[in-house]
């Protein structure tokens, strides 16, 4: 039963893809696109900021196609194109023709190419901990796409993302390890980023004269003491996107929604009213 899952919503049918998606409270639709670690959903990655943000805002969170309760079509191909494309479908499909976007990690990558190439559907863009430039991939990041398996694996993964070790504790290395073990869980991510993993960076980077030409308001967030996505990267995108500013977090890891949950939330609520205030 779907109530018996909290990871499990809605089936919505967006680019031929049946994408398990939340979608609560109303208003302004903001577009949530998570990360990429073994056993995500977008209910792992948002649980905390999506009833924060369901109060004003109409919240849509994707399992994005390989990962969650959403459909696994065989011999699909992953790709920068393929989750794009899946996220506009998602739009289309609800009927929403603009909206926020806010990625975090791999997501901060499609959430970046989505303004790039449809930049008609963006309002507001957020990236938090963001792949989508260049950089030298960490040995974090390594751990993350070339995870194998072991509740001793996803322990180490937990005290990679977070700062704050409690945070990384045995109940949820236990949980995501269950879940990366569902059926076809695995397959599809060792499908995704096999080794060599450098390519998979490279191929998630929008062009700098791409991003450089945006217009849209960005806000870009990062932890200090992040491990997996350098904040050099974020610097660079604070570089590049003439409309843009950087939040970051001191003593945070990758987990900014989950280390500063409340902080977090406030800082999109506060950037998406500066733009219904036609700031």
């Known amino acids: 039963m779907a109530d018996a899952n909290p990871e499990i919503a809605r089936r919505i049918v967006a680019a031929g893809i049946a994408t398990n998606t939340h979608d609560e409270g109303s208003g302004p639709a903001a577009l949530l696109i998570h990360g990429s670690g073994p056993g ?26 390989g990962f969650g309760f959403t459909e696994r079509p065989q011999g699909f191909v ?12 998602l739009l289309d499909a609800l009927g929403v023709e603009k909206a926020h976007v806010v ?8 959430a970046l ?41 996803m322990r180490a993964l937990l005290d990679i993302f977070a700062f704050d070790r409690t945070l990384a504790n045995d109940e949820l290395a236990e949980l995501r390890y269950r879940a ?29 004269a791409d991003v450089r030409a945006l217009k849209h308001e960005t806000l870009i967030i990062h932890g200090r003491d992040d491990r997996v996505i350098p904040l050099q990267t974020s610097l660079t995108l604070l570089d590049w996107i003439e409309r843009s500013q950087l939040h ?5 890891g990758h987990w900014v929604q989950i280390e500063h949950a409340a902080l977090f939330a406030a800082l999109l609520d506060g950037f998406f009213k500066e733009a219904a205030a036609g700031a």
């Open 40 to 65: 995500v959903s977008a209910w792992a990655n948002w649980r905390l900021t999506l009833p924060a943000l369901a109060r004003s805002y109409r919240v849509i969170a994707p399992d994005m196609v």
């Open 78 to 89: 992953y790709s920068l194109d393929a989750w794009v494309a899946q996220a506009v479908g």
């Open 103 to 110: 990625g975090n990690s791999f997501g901060g990558a499609v």
């Open 113 to 153: 190419a989505l303004a790039i190439r449809h930049p008609e559907r963006v309002d507001r863009l957020a990236l938090m901990g963001s792949v989508g430039a260049p950089f030298a991939i960490t040995p974090g990041l390594e751990a993350v796409w070339g995870y194998q398996p072991s509740l001793a694996a």
């Open 180 to 208: 990366s073990i569902r059926p076809g869980f695995q397959e599809s991510f060792a499908a995704m980023f096999p080794a060599p993993r450098q390519r998979w960076v490279d191929a998630l980077a929008s062009r700098e």
């Open 248 to 252: 970051v977090f001191a003593r945070c």
